[in-house]
Nanobody, 122 residues
Framework: QLQLVESGGGLVQPGGSLRLSCAAS????????IGWFRQAPGKEREGVSY????????NYARSVKGRFTISRDNDKNTVYLQMNSLKPEDTAIYYC???????????????WGRGTQVTVSS
């Protein structure tokens, strides 16, 4: 069974950092573009970042550029999202997803995890 599992979320103060992980089971991630998305209460799901299968190509939403870094370790079948200088507006459920296209559009992704909660608050 193909499965993605996010971890690493939690409560952090403004200005703090978190590293999210996206681990796959049942398939290997190295054939897929992996995207990170987030959804805050009452808001639509937003594309945050994606990384190509080799890791050579990445992209970020304007709202997180310069603060978040996506990376992958195909040997560990895991993708990471390092989040620095966190702001209260980063509060959301964060999801990872696997697809074939270089895009931040969620409709292009085929496999999804269940999400991990990130709360930025003092």
């Amino acid at each position: 069974q193909l499965q993605l599992v996010e971890s690493g979320g939690g409560l952090v103060q403004p200005g703090g950092s978190l590293r999210l992980s996206c681990a796959a089971s049942g398939f290997t991630l190295d054939n897929y573009v992996i995207g990170w998305f987030r959804q805050a209460p009452g808001k639509e799901r937003e594309g945050v970042s994606y990384i190509s299968s080799s890791g050579s190509r990445t992209n970020y939403a304007r709202s997180v550029k310069g603060r978040f870094t996506i990376s992958r370790d195909n040997d560990k079948n895991t993708v990471y999202l390092q989040m620095n200088s966190l702001k209260p507006e980063d509060t959301a459920i964060y999801y990872c997803a696997a697809g074939r296209l270089y895009t931040l559009m969620s409709d292009a992704y085929n496999y999804w995890g269940r999400g991990t909660q990130v709360t930025v608050s003092s």
